[in-house]
Nanobody
Framework: QVQLVESGGGLVQVGGSLRLSCTAS??????????MAWYRQAPGKQRDLVAGIGSGGTTNYADSVKGRFTISRGGAKNSVYLQMNTLTPEDTAVYYC?????????WGKGTLVTVSS
């Protein structure tokens, strides 16, 4: 009913940048802007919120990424980007796109970001 597809992960050196993309599709996807978010999960750790954007465009960020990451909407209202700058090894994780519709959470399969020193 809802599919989220992420792209843009990869291997980058410390201090580098990456941009992740996520597009939502499916019968339940609204034609209007939906709240969407990026989470990440490092090996052996829980999945944590990285950044979110509300239907009205309000954004929020984890303290660890403030000033370095920017979440924004793509040209289509059901797509979202995560611009990641000044990456550190601590940013290494699988990044997941998320949205909630009618009280249910939907997740993409994730995209791996590896920051090498």
């Amino acid at each position: 009913q809802v599919q989220l597809v992420e792209s843009g992960g990869g291997l980058v050196q410390v201090g580098g940048s990456l941009r992740l993309s996520c597009t939502a599709s499916g019968m339940l996807v609204s034609r209007n802007a939906m709240p969407m978010a990026w989470y990440r999960q490092a090996p052996g750790k829980q999945r944590d919120l990285v950044a979110g954007i509300g239907s009205g465009g309000t954004t929020n960020y984890a303290d660890s990424v403030k000033g370095r990451f920017t979440i924004s909407r793509g040209g289509a209202k059901n797509s979202v980007y995560l611009q990641m700058n000044t990456l550190t090894p601590e940013d290494t994780a699988v990044y997941y796109c998320n949205t909630a519709i009618n009280g249910m959470n939907y997740w993409g399969k994730g995209t791996l970001v590896t920051v090498s020193s």
